[in-house]
T-cell receptor, first 115, second 113 residues
């Protein structure tokens, strides 16, 4: 059973471009969470999605950031018109259907560098 | 609201010496506690977790942690560290019925030869 898969592992974008980060949850998991780790900081919750639904996006910046988890395919975190301050590691986690979230499984992260 | 405090941002220690990385949390409900390790430019690897039961939890790579409810602590310990333990360590808390993990700011463990 493969773990949570994130790609790309490293992404470089110029200011003003769009960044798309992908996350495939573990098999059988339909709950996905995105976290952001800014340099020298811990991880901060961004958004929680279930298939085709955003459950909680309280940690998402109000502008330029969006997330989706379609019926088919991976979850996508999209950052439009990136700025240098978006440079960070973005981690995805998943948990099983119907389970109380006592444990989420984390991916390896995508490191976004904005130049 | 839940919070996690990792008091030490950096801990230098000589090889084969013991180490303790401190983690304190605050929560008004029952908690689940985790320690993760992050090697440079790598993802998060789960070291150990406390969900219920025995308050002394053993994890991978010789690490263990003790859940102390009265002191709201979950300190990580290893009796003898190796150079390869050099990494950043994160404490995290969550609780029943919530999906958010609250992470501490991390402790950078540097093992010296």
């Amino acid at each position: 059973n493969a773990g949570v898969m994130q790609n790309p592992r490293h992404l470089v974008r110029r200011r003003g471009q769009e960044a798309r980060l992908r996350c495939s949850p573990m098999k059988g998991h339909s709950h996905v969470y995105w976290y952001r780790q800014l340099p020298e900081e811990g991880l901060k919750f961004m958004v929680y999605l279930q298939k085709e639904n955003i459950i909680d996006e309280s940690g998402m910046p109000k502008e330029r950031f969006s997330a989706e988890f379609p019926k088919e395919g991976p979850s996508i975190l999209r950052i439009q018109q990136v700025v240098r301050g978006d440079s960070a590691a973005y981690f995805c986690a998943s948990s099983p259907v119907g389970a109380e979230s006592t444990e989420a499984f984390f991916g390896q992260g995508t490191r976004l560098t904005v130049v | 609201a839940q919070s996690v405090t990792q008091l030490d941002s950096q801990v230098p220690v000589f090889e084969e010496a013991p180490v303790e990385l401190r983690c304190n949390y605050s929560s008004s409900v029952s908690v689940y506690l985790f320690w993760y390790v992050q090697y440079p430019n790598q993802g998060l690897q789960l070291l150990l977790k406390y969900l219920s039961g025995s308050t002394l939890v053993k994890g991978i790579n010789g690490f263990e942690a003790e859940f102390n409810k009265s002191q709201t602590s979950f300190h990580l310990r290893k009796p003898s560290v190796h150079i390869s333990d050099t990494a950043e360590y994160f404490c995290a808390v969550t609780s029943t019925g919530t999906y958010k993990y609250i992470f501490g700011t991390g402790t950078r463990l540097k093992v010296l030869a």
